[in-house]
């Protein structure tokens, strides 16, 4: 998934597993906030059952009483292993609950989720909401709906360094937009 989150150009989390990166990412956000940081960092554990994800009742009221007393000036920075959009759902490669969050978060001006869940590089843009998925670095699925249902790509030997990556996040104080950077395992 991602790989490195870096603020204002130095490596803040270094994340080997998604269970690292909520680690990583939660310690982060306490100490970038304690010093006064500028970016709001969330990090969701969205259930998974084979259907659609849920973030759930109790992560929602979370995310509502935490961002009730933010500036709407506040960019927010969501991670979410599956897509807070709905990416496929067919596939189960979208969070049925996703819009109520997305409602919460819409007064920002710039909201950035990033998520992996599906093994590739897509992106969206809605209003102020950048979407932005990644890479993996486990195994390639195929895109949406060109296979009977998503799970790992068998690709010959020679091609599957091509198809997995990582993907370096970085957050320059000052600046609107995160630099999201995909960069595949072998170029």
Not at 41 to 48: H, R, S
Not at 57 to 79: C, K, M, N, Y
Not at 126 to 142: L, Y
């Amino acid at each position: 998934m991602f790989d490195r989150l870096c603020l204002d150009q130095q490596p803040a989390a270094i994340v080997a597993s998604l269970d690292g990166a909520l680690q990583a990412l939660c310690e982060v956000t306490a100490l970038y906030d304690g010093r006064g940081f500028q970016c709001w960092l969330l990090v969701f554990d969205g259930n998974w059952a084979g259907g659609l994800g849920n973030l759930g009742h109790e992560q929602l009221e979370w995310l509502e009483d935490d961002l009730e007393g933010r500036a709407a000036s506040t960019p927010i920075v969501v991670f979410a292993h599956i897509p807070l959009w709905s990416v496929y759902p067919d596939w189960g490669w979208g969070t049925e609950d996703a819009a109520q969050a997305l409602g919460y978060l819409k007064r920002f001006g710039s909201v950035t989720v990033l998520n992996g869940h599906i093994h590739q590089i897509m992106q969206k843009v809605e209003g102020n909401v950048t979407f932005h998925t990644a890479m993996s670095t486990a195994f390639p699925q195929p895109a949406p709906g060109t296979a009977p249902s998503p799970g790992p790509l068998k690709v010959p030997n020679e091609k599957l360094r091509s198809l997995l990556g990582i993907t370096d996040v970085t957050f320059k104080r000052g600046q609107q937009r995160l630099a999201v950077i995909d960069k595949p395992l072998q170029g």
